[in-house]
């Protein structure tokens, strides 16, 4: 049997920083990893996070749940079928609603060789302090995921003062009472914490259907390199249904792109040491008119 865990989270929240450090850690533990990835867009970015020697299979520009259940399905098939490997660490895409994700998981054709563990969210603790502000469907969709998560990390608590963090905490208790919570900073939660949760049986509930968004990618490439400045000018002037930004910036100065990631108004660069090829994934509703600057 292959414990499995769905790690659930709005766009941004840190599902791929999550990822990275419980391979680590199921590696420390003389555990083998696989990965499945889900990405919205056509263009693998976060996989790239996944070291090259961990079994990794991905859905591209489409969803873990409804249409992409059958491809998901495969995948994990394949997986199981040439890969050695104790633990499955699923990552959906930040727009997937995780108890119709389960659907792949729960598949006839191999559900009996998977142990499934349960559902770990990752909630932006600052999004959360600012939910009301969010459209409807994309405040229900970041409450769905909450709510049926059995292991919540309430992460970027730095960003909040000491009293929002204990706020944030009750509220999000008073949403999902049996789930544990655990507060974090870049995602970093002892995968024994992990290995302790007890999964709902999911397989004795139908999930109520979920808000239906339209979510949009858009890849956007450089000609030549930007100023750094002028970038992040451009970032302020995004519409709020702009939810996720990702990829490499060539910056002007620098022999190599940065690596890129931007959500909920916050930006992270960090220096890459290669060439990587220059372009960001726009992720929203209502994008089309988006360009560089």
Known sequence: MKDVYLLSGFLGSGKTTLLTNVIKQVKQAGLKPAVFMNELGKLAFDSEAVEGEVPLKELLDGCICCSGSEKSEAQIQTLLAEEDFDVLLIETTGAAHPVEALDA???????????????????????????????????????????????????????????????????????????????????????????NISARQYGET???????????????????????????EWLRSMPETVYRIKGYVPLEGDRFPHAFQFAYGMAQWLPEYMKMQTQIVVIGEGIEGVELP
Request: no cysteine; glycine share 2%; aromatic share 8%.
């Open 105 to 195: 998981i729960f598949s006839p054709l191999f559900a009996e060789r998977l142990n499934f563990k349960g559902i770990v969210t990752v909630a932006d603790s600052k999004r959360w302090q600012d939910r009301n502000q969010l459209p409807p469907q994309i405040r229900s969709l970041f409450l769905e995921q909450i709510r049926h998560a059995d292991l919540v990390l309430a992460n970027k608590m730095d960003l909040l003062t000491d009293g929002e963090q204990g706020q944030t905490v009750y509220e999000i208790q008073s949403l999902n009472p049996t789930a544990q919570i655990i507060q974090t900073v870049n995602s970093k939660v002892p995968f024994k914490a992990l290995q």
């Open 206 to 232: 139908k999930a109520a259907p979920a808000a239906k968004l339209n979510l949009n990618t858009k890849v956007l490439q450089f000609e030549q390199p930007v100023k750094r400045e002028r970038f992040e």
